[in-house]
């Protein structure tokens, strides 16, 4: 059975019963390396590791009984903790609640006998003492304070019959006599209101509206006339001021144009005619000059100086480089490889190896796993 792509869909299953092959190991190096650090391991780096590994024990056993000795306080204080809760509830159900009872029973007897004795006979002499109160009011406080209430009654009217109604008549007298001392200094105020206005403010009027009003009037046109006068003057003014100033300014316009025509005629003219006829064919000749001096300096240049250089320094530099100095390079660096790196690497490798076999035989040795 086979996918859409043409391949396989699972392996083939394998039904033999033999042991799946293992992997090639790498292979440890030459001999001349492996041997030496073999037995550099089993002499130094086997006994670091087997008294690292008993150091190691030693401390894990020192740590537990370590952890015991810390928890013994703990367990004791947690025995003792648990005896003295157990003599308090001793304690407390044989001892100290039975006498909590008595004491309550005591005192509930002796309040029962306080109250019997001190409490109702106050209660029964605070409802006489009340019932004592009661008729006292009634009998003598409320007749005396009827009499005291008559009495000043009495008083109030007498009071207000010799006081109150003497000062209410009295209050009357006072307010008529200001209404007709009012009434009379209304009219006064009057009069002489009126005896300025025939005095005083009628003649006013009469002489403002016919003495002086005509005159200020006549004044008031003369200066209304004055400033129409000057107002027209002053048009005049600013006409010919204006007529003076168009004058100024249309001879300014005119010099300027002609001084203007002069400049252009005795100056840009003569400067164009040099510039095109004398000058600029010049610049012209210079620039051509320059530019066939540089074309014919950087042709030398590129002839005499880098062409040279490329073929007597350039070349050989490369030529050099890719087939002495990079093939020197390489030879250096796998001579280094062979001889230094690789043999070092199986060295560490093996002892680590060998390190790894002790510790695995020396543990299924002591813990048989």
């Known amino acids: 059975m086979t996918t859409g792509e043409n391949t396989p869909a699972d392996p083939p299953i394998n039904l033999s019963k033999g042991r799946p092959d293992e992997p090639p190991r790498e292979r440890p190096g030459p001999a001349w390396i492996v041997i030496p650090a073999r037995v550099v391991a089993l002499i130094v780096v086997v006994p670091i590791r087997l008294v690292h590994d008993l150091v190691v024990l ?19 204080a947690r025995l003792v903790g648990r005896m003295l809760r157990w003599v308090w509830l001793g304690l407390y159900r044989w001892l100290l609640a039975p006498a909590g009872r008595l004491v309550a029973a005591v005192a509930r007897g002796i309040g029962a006998l306080l109250h019997f004795l001190i409490v109702r006979p106050l209660r029964w002499l605070g409802r006489g003492t009340g019932r004592l109160a009661r008729w006292f009011y009634r009998a003598l406080i409320v007749p005396v304070g009827r009499f005291f209430a008559l009495i000043g009654r009495g008083l109030g009217w007498f009071l207000e019959l010799v006081l109150l109604r003497p000062l209410q008549a009295l209050g009357r007298g006072l307010a008529w006599l200001a209404r007709i001392t009012g009434q009379a200094l209304t009219l006064m105020f009057k009069g002489i209101g009126l005896l300025i206005a025939v005095l005083v403010v009628i003649p006013a009027v009469f002489v403002w509206r016919y ?5 200020l009037l006549g004044l008031a046109w003369l200066a209304r006339g004055a400033l129409l006068l000057l107002g027209a003057l002053g048009s005049v003014l600013a006409s010919g001021w204006r007529a003076f100033a168009g004058a100024v300014a249309w001879s300014w316009r005119l010099i300027g144009r002609f001084l203007a025509w002069l400049v252009r005629v005795l100056v840009v003219l003569p400067a164009r005619t040099v510039w095109r006829y004398v000058l600029a064919p010049i610049v012209a000749g210079v620039a051509g000059t320059w530019r066939l001096s540089a074309r014919l300096l950087r042709w030398l240049w590129r002839t005499l100086v880098v062409a040279p250089g490329r073929v007597l320094i350039v070349a050989p530099a490369r030529w050099v480089g890719t087939s002495v100095l990079r093939p020197a390079g390489r030879g250096i660096r796998e001579t280094w490889r062979v001889c230094v790196r690789d043999p070092v690497r199986s060295a560490r490798r093996t002892m680590r190896e060998a390190g790894r076999d002790v510790r695995l035989q020396l543990r299924r040795t002591f813990r048989g796993r």
């Open 211 to 215: 003495l002086l009003r005509p005159p």
């Open 58 to 76: 030693v401390a894990r056993g020192v740590r537990a009984v370590w952890d015991r000795l810390m928890r013994a306080p703990g367990r004791l």
